[in-house]
């Protein structure tokens, strides 16, 4: 047990920006390991954009309250997957080869592809999480969170890492089936919720879009680079995210 909360501490350090000591944790067993936590992080990570939301909700209008929550989450993560996004888009976008694009994923100044499809991100999730009522919003954050970390997961497992290091170094030898066992509870465990409060047909629209989002990115950034790194997990992450507000949106 105690081997298992290390995992899930090392998954919420690697995903968010909370002050989390790690030092007596951290092995590199244990961090190869700690993506089967990561759908639950998300899962925490969208319950606590609820909580804001619903209170912004009570004393500002239903779009301020949308942009705080998205903010919460931006904090949270220090804009972690936004920045994956965006240096894919740069990357892929500029690069005529492999090597370039990889060489301009690595830079850190933020490009026109990039600066474009970080705007279209933030304004999709925002604008889909608006045409939405507010009861279906508390319960498409926490879902979205949750399904599209799960969706990066899937990518580290039917995927090869490109790089020689960076961030998805630790998982470069893909997952074990006790992970994707993890993950795949935990997703159920976040749709079962879910289907309290959504019909069933919403939620199946929702995931039908986040499939279709999740292979959409992965044909855009596979074929040059062979595989992935730790930005193209971000790139799934944010395309998955929005997939699912996109989803219950066509639905509704």
Same mark, same amino acid.
């Given at each position: 047990?105690?081997?298992?909360?290390?995992?899930?501490?090392?998954?919420?350090?690697?995903?968010?920006?909370?002050?989390?000591?790690?030092?007596?944790?951290?092995?590199?067993?244990?961090?190869?390991?700690?993506?089967?936590?990561?759908?639950?992080?998300?899962?925490?990570?969208?319950?606590?954009?609820?909580?804001?939301?619903?209170?912004?909700?009570?004393?500002?209008? /239903?779009?301020?309250?949308?942009?705080?929550?998205?903010?919460?989450?931006?904090?949270?993560?220090?804009?972690? /997957?936004?920045?994956?996004?965006?240096?894919?888009?740069?990357?892929?976008?500029?690069?005529?080869?492999?090597?370039?694009?990889?060489?301009?994923?690595?830079?850190?100044?933020?490009?026109?592809?990039?600066?474009?499809?970080?705007?279209?991100?933030?304004?999709?999730?925002?604008?889909?999480?608006?045409?939405?009522?507010?009861?279906?919003?508390?319960?498409?954050?926490?879902?979205? /969170?949750?399904?599209?970390?799960?969706?990066?997961?899937?990518?580290?497992?039917?995927?090869?890492?490109?790089?020689?290091?960076?961030?998805?170094?630790?998982?470069?030898?893909?997952?074990?089936?006790?992970?994707?066992?993890?993950?795949?509870?935990?997703?159920?465990?976040?749709?079962?919720?879910?289907?309290?409060?959504?019909?069933?047909?919403?939620?199946?629209?929702?995931?039908?879009?986040?499939?279709?989002? /999740?292979?959409?990115?992965?044909?855009?950034?596979?074929?040059?680079?062979?595989?992935?790194?730790?930005?193209?997990?971000?790139?799934?992450?944010?395309?998955?995210?929005?997939?699912?507000?996109?989803?219950?949106?066509?639905?509704?």
């Amino acid at each position: 047990m105690i081997g298992e909360f290390a995992k899930f501490v090392l998954a919420a350090q690697f995903l968010t920006r909370l002050p989390l000591r790690t030092d007596r944790l951290f092995t590199p067993e244990r961090m190869a390991e700690a993506p089967r936590y990561f759908a639950l992080v998300g899962l925490l990570i969208g319950l606590v954009c609820t909580g804001i939301y619903w209170l912004a909700a009570l004393v500002l209008p /239903h779009l301020m309250a949308i942009l705080i929550a998205m903010g919460t989450s931006l904090l949270l993560t220090g804009a972690f /997957h936004e920045d994956g996004l965006a240096d894919t888009f740069d990357g892929i976008g500029g690069g005529p080869n492999k090597a370039r694009a990889l060489e301009i994923m690595k830079d850190s100044r933020l490009g026109t592809y990039g600066a474009a499809a970080l705007f279209m991100a933030l304004a999709l999730k925002a604008g889909a999480l608006f045409a939405l009522p507010p009861v279906w919003v508390c319960t498409a954050l926490p879902l979205a /969170h949750c399904l599209s970390r799960g969706s990066a997961v899937l990518v580290i497992a039917t995927s090869r890492y490109v790089r020689d290091e960076g961030t998805g170094k630790p998982v470069a030898k893909g997952i074990s089936a006790v992970t994707l066992v993890v993950t795949c509870l935990t997703l159920s465990g976040a749709v079962a919720i879910c289907l309290l409060v959504l019909p069933f047909v919403a939620v199946v629209s929702s995931f039908v879009a986040m499939c279709l989002m /999740h292979v959409a990115m992965r044909a855009f950034f596979e074929p040059k680079l062979g595989g992935y790194t730790g930005d193209t997990l971000g790139a799934v992450q944010q395309a998955s995210e929005i997939g699912i507000y996109l989803g219950l949106l066509a639905w509704l």
